[in-house]
């Protein structure tokens, strides 16, 4: 397997959106830069791994970033579909096989590395294919949440110091306050969908109360924990996919996304099965649970909007229209 080494590098979900438009627009799934197709799939592990070659291509999946396509029974293809994925890819290819060796959930480290070539101009992976569903189509029940809450306490490891940093989500909550709360006060005048009133301020309050704590440990995080990254099957954990934003960060970062994903009721038993934290700790974690249903709410393609406002009405800052 090459080695590759970890840089500490810009990247974020859609660039925190600041790559397509700004933050008091909606936006949607944007547009390829490279065209990924069976062929080249294919042209690209006969170049590079040969073995690898003759396996039948399977499911195809993209996402924002990235195309995963499925070869024989228990490998995928993973390719950045964008430059910017480009950066991101370092994460999943050197820092996630640093991080991931104790862990109980399956991640998808990579097996082989693929080099840029005259088909592709950048690098790709070979990575274990984790069969299940994403958590927006089979969302994970009780004791999914319970797997849930002692896979992040695995994660949640204290961070090393050349651990790469998310411009956007490693920085504590004050320093993204502003970006949140534009994109709050957008939904709170245009809601997507005319479905839901949302009090920008009594969001905005939840998130400058807590974001005036900022003494906490730095953990190794996963930063991007939606539906999509989320791989169930029977309404239990699977595993863990998409690292390329994961970084140096707050561990309230991690859990007020997976309070999104899971609601009130499961993130409590959550929390149950991850452990002892801080009234600080949840507060933050709430605050962040804000700006992330935010952040959903403003796509305009997916599950993910109605995610956010579902998110968004259990936090208590939005309200279904009569």
Same mark, same amino acid.
């Given at each position: ?27 949607? &799934? ?11 799939? =294919? ?7 040969? +073995?690898? /070659?003759?396996? @039948? ?46 862990? &109980? ?8 590395? !693929? ?5 592709? @101009? ?15 189509? #089979? ?20 961070? @090393? ?27 709170? /005048?245009?809601?997507?969908?005319? #479905? ?17 704590? =900022? ?16 791989? =169930? +099957?029977?309404?239990?954990?699977? !595993?863990?996919? +998409?690292?390329? +934003? ?6 309230? =970062?991690?859990? !007020? ?17 991850? !452990? ?21 709410? &403003? ?6 909007? #109605? ?16």
């Amino acid at each position: 397997m090459t080695s590759t080494p970890v840089h500490r590098r810009s990247c974020g979900f859609g660039g925190e959106f600041s790559y397509v438009r700004g933050v008091n627009e909606f936006v949607s &799934t944007p547009p390829a830069e490279v065209a990924i197709d069976a062929e080249l799939v =294919t042209r690209l592990l006969r170049e590079q791994h040969p +073995d690898l /070659a003759d396996l @039948p291509l399977g499911r195809r999946h993209e996402g924002w970033d990235n195309v995963t396509w499925r070869i024989g029974e228990e490998l995928a293809v993973r390719l950045p579909r964008r430059a910017i994925a480009s950066t991101m890819v370092i994460t999943e290819l050197a820092w996630l096989p640093r991080i991931s060796k104790d862990w &109980t959930f399956r991640a998808p480290v990579a097996l082989r590395i !693929g080099d840029p070539s005259g088909s592709y @101009p950048w690098h790709w992976s070979v990575v274990p294919w984790l069969p299940g569903h994403n958590a927006f189509a #089979q969302p994970l029940g009780v004791e999914g949440a319970r797997d849930l809450g002692r896979a992040l306490a695995m994660l949640h490891q204290p961070a @090393p110091a050349d651990a790469p940093l998310n411009p956007f989500r490693s920085t504590p909550l004050a320093h993204r306050i502003d970006r949140a709360s534009a994109r709050i006060d957008a939904l709170s /005048a245009r809601d997507v969908n005319g #479905q839901y009133w949302l009090n920008s301020e009594a969001a905005n309050d939840t998130m400058r109360r807590a974001s005036r704590h =900022t003494d906490y440990e730095r953990v190794c995080a996963h930063l991007d924990l939606h539906g999509k990254n989320i791989i =169930t +099957d029977n309404s239990r954990l699977v !595993g863990i996919i +998409d690292w390329g +934003d994961a970084g140096a960060g707050d561990r309230a =970062t991690d859990l !007020g996304q997976a309070y999104v994903l899971l609601g009130q009721a499961k993130w409590r038993t959550m929390l149950g099965a991850y !452990g002892p934290t801080s009234r600080a700790t949840r507060e933050r974690a709430k605050a962040e649970a804000i700006a992330y249903a935010a952040t959903l709410a &403003t796509m305009t393609d997916g599950p993910y909007a #109605q995610c956010g406002w579902e998110a968004l009405v259990s936090l208590g800052v939005a309200v279904p229209r009569e």
